[in-house]
């Protein structure tokens, strides 16, 4: 997606030749009208697929896969990462490593949101070392759904979540494949 | 706004006297066509503000926010509970304290993304005892900017919170406005 890769070399920043920060669009301030964009892009790419549900975890993950349940006409499901008092007892958990903020997690969705009539399309922010992904790929599994695919706005291609998934024989799309970040210069695959 | 009325009656399951969970369609599967419904009113409530930007809470903020700014083709805001390894150093701070958790915590919102040109909407799922309210309103009092008002998806109007924002004269625009669940019933205002 050419605005997107054009959006992240303008806005971008590079912290660290792994950490790249874009918080005026996407994970702090969010350009609504561009996110509407995003979801359209990533419900063209799975729009053939039955999709009856669209999942992610809070917080970032919530904006762009709303813009994509919005377009698909479906719920979208965001996993907790905190128990509220209100939260279901009868939940899926999975352990999620947070590779920015190296601590360990749950992230829990109640049972009653997904069950084995359900196809899914996992939406999120980053794909990194896909901690975040394979934990929702394994909730998925839990409630006996169908999983469609992974659809992810920004890839880090040098990180290894993408092959992680892929070589399970998941399909994820990434509108952005960052393939380093070497020199201060931000290069698409 | 009726059909808001409609799902919270249908929908909504009263925990407690004080605790209304609407995790069908607002905080853990969200119905997303109806949260760009509920954009589009809270948008139209606030149209001829001069909107700059509008700003919100994680995690289920997020949702109303959005579809709100989208419609005002503006952007929107998230303030963060927990600091991410990418979170500027320069940020404006809050302490709020939550209803359901019982819990304090700081919010965080970036200063290069509020500042004294902005015209700001504060916008949340729900306005209980204000607390989350009274510490963005703090927030974008320190920023210099102006504040529009609040948009909020449910009120609480039994508790503290409505009240103590509009005696401040603060505008406060809620769609639903639950005047008490005594009796296992919802009784609007």
């Known amino acids: 997606m050419d605005a997107l890769k054009e959006k992240i ?9 792994s ?16 996110i509407m964009e995003i979801g359209r892009e990533l419900a063209n790419r799975f729009c053939d697929e039955g999709i009856t549900k669209v999942i992610t975890i809070e917080a970032s993950g919530i904006a762009p896969a709303l813009s994509t349940a919005a377009v698909l006409g479906v719920p979208l499901v965001f996993a907790k990462k905190t128990k509220a008092a209100t939260m279901d007892t009868e939940v899926y958990v999975e352990q999620v490593k947070s590779f920015t903020r190296g601590t360990v997690y749950d ?6 949101f997904l069950n084995k009539e359900d196809k899914v399309l996992i939406i999120d922010d980053f794909l990194a070392y896909g901690h975040a992904a394979l934990g929702l790929v394994q909730i998925v599994k839990k409630s006996g759904a169908d999983l ?36 201060n210069e931000i290069i698409f695959k």
């Open 107 to 112: 992230i829990k969705v109640a049972k009653k």
């Open 148 to 183: 469609a695919g992974v659809g992810i706005v920004i890839e880090k291609g040098f990180q290894s979540g993408g092959k992680l998934l892929r070589d399970q024989g998941i399909r994820v799309e990434s509108l952005a494949v960052v393939e380093s970040m070497e020199g």
């Open 9 to 17: 070399k303008r806005e971008g920043e590079i912290i660290s030749s």
């Open 19 to 34: 950490i790249l920060k874009v918080d005026s669009f996407l994970n702090h301030q969010i350009d609504a009208g561009f």
